[in-house]
């Protein structure tokens, strides 16, 4: 496995991943003002979180996906990696490893973005909310594993790059509608980072519910996750 | 009995509407250089993936180093290295960078790598060099360097001559010839040429829509691939009574009578006895057979092997 791990490292384009990585925060850094009239750290918590998880955060988890996966859909390089004594389910696994790192990755620029935005406004350390912004980014984190894993099972099967982001994409952007609907936010796993980040009484201290928590959470995760496994380790590889 | 690298029991593949591979039992000796013949389609890849454990088998068995397959695919697949169709890369890196992929997979020393380059002949400046930049026959050179890595006993190539130009060919051509001499690796190669299987290989299959017509040394095929001297003739019967008495190996279908030795001194020779006979000569011509011609042959003498 950590094989398996390290060459998804050497394998990855580092230069494009870092600017997919970098390009929200820059946006952000570039779009906001000043909080520095009275508004506060909650007020660069929600412009700068988000923004960032209605939209940014489903979609990226979608394209570093697809990232992953292409190259081995170019050129051959399924046959190539699964001829090798490898077991399929660990290369599975090690593709999620990477998708979840580069996400987590992103997640640190974007909780150390909104600090600097903060700071740059004047606001001071002592009155930096670290419940509000720990609570909100590490349940996004959370939340967004279903959803990651999902992309990931499509990405893997789909050889088209495109086609999976473009699916994404036209799915993510109604995420914020759905995260309005109390009937139908919860099960929609494009709008699971936001529904997240909005500050609520939750369960283990996080935003989400114990019924959001488990049963779309963690059972979507593990739908997703094994189905996606399952699937890979079954099939034939022809490509 | 022979030692057997890789063997197959009734090994088929079925499709939704048809068999691709229908039942076939190779027996891949030790040491050999085992041609794997067939037109485009008939099913050598995907006997080759299912080796490989790429492709799932519909029924039968595959054995290799005498390990049941998939079964044992973990302990095994680290001694074969293959090139399955054309070759896998990543373009966007190094031809070092792809050869460490390999090489941190099978946890096999970095050194490794710039042994495997010396051998398919890669300078260290082309292994700088981005993949995606490769001409062809480079790429094919690479592919098999990164399945010689960690030295395997069995090396499977699929058409890997495919798409290169005469010098190409001939470079791949030597390289294989030299696995087994140099580094004793079996060797298990498919084509779909019956020249390239001739000039390399040991023994030979012949798979045709999914069935293995033939198997055996290249030397019995060669006979069924033999060019031949046809001579059209009025009488037949009287023909091959004055060739036999004047000690001319010849033989005789319904329409012409063949000549064994393709020699121009032969074919003088045969055609100097029949006109002393007066027997009329319409025609005399080589035919040198295609590899559909020998799967006409083979089918039609039901020899399924």
Known sequence: MRALLKTEYLKLRKGLSLAIVGAAPTLLLLATGDYGGGEGWEAVYYDAAFSYAWLFLPILSGVYAALVCRAEHLDGGWKHL???????????????????????????????????????????????????????????LIAVMPLAALQLAVSMRWKSFAGPLGLNVTLALPSLLAAQSPKYGPWYPWAQPVLAMVPSEGYLGLNVSVTTLVVIICGGFVLAFFGGMIAFSRGDIHA | MREYIVETEALAKHYKRAAAVDGIDLAVGRGEIYGFLGLNGAGKTTTIRMLMGLVRPT???????????????????????????????????????????????????????????????????????????????????????????????????????????????????????????????????????????????????????????????????????????????????????????????????????????????????????????????????????????????????????
């Open chain 2, 59 to 305: 029924a039968g068995e595959i054995r290799i180093f005498g390990e049941p397959m998939p079964r044992r695919r973990m302990a095994v697949m680290g001694r074969v290295g293959s090139l399955v169709e054309s070759p896998s890369y990543y373009a966007h890196l190094s031809g070092y960078d792809n050869l460490r992929i390999v090489s941190t997979l099978l946890g096999v020393d970095e050194a490794e790598i710039r042994r495997v380059l010396g051998v398919v002949g890669l300078s260290p400046a082309d292994a700088e060099r981005k993949v995606g930049q490769y001409s062809l026959g480079m790429k094919q050179r690479l592919g098999i360097a990164s399945a010689l890595i960690g030295s395997p006993e069995l090396l499977v190539l699929d058409e890997p001559t495919n798409g290169l130009d005469p010098a190409g060919i001939q470079e791949i051509r030597e390289l294989v010839r030299r696995l087994p001499r140099e580094f004793g690796i079996t060797v298990l190669v498919s084509s779909h040429l019956l020249a390239e299987v001739d000039q390399i290989a040991t023994s030979v299959g012949v798979i045709h829509r999914g069935r293995l017509l033939f198997q055996g040394p290249i030397d019995d095929l060669r006979a069924h691939s033999a060019p031949r001297v046809r001579v059209e003739v009025d009488r037949r019967d009287d023909a091959m009574a004055a060739l036999r008495a004047a000690g001319i190996a010849a033989d005789t279908d319904s329409e012409a009578l063949t000549l064994s030795s393709v020699r121009r001194d032969d074919a003088a020779a045969a055609v100097r006895v029949l006109v002393s006979e007066r027997i009329a000569i319409y025609r005399v011509a080589e035919e040198r057979r295609t590899l559909e011609d020998i799967f006409l042959e083979l089918t039609a003498e039901g020899a399924v092997a």
């Open chain 1, 82 to 140: 699964l001829a090798r004594p490898v077991r399929r389910w660990r290369v599975y696994a090690a593709k999620y490893v990477t998708v979840m790192s580069l996400v987590t990755l992103g997640h640190a620029v974007m909780f150390a973005t909104a600090l600097l935005i903060g700071l740059r406004s004047g606001l001071g350390w002592t009155s930096f909310p670290w419940g509000l912004f720990v609570r909100g980014y590490l349940g996004s």
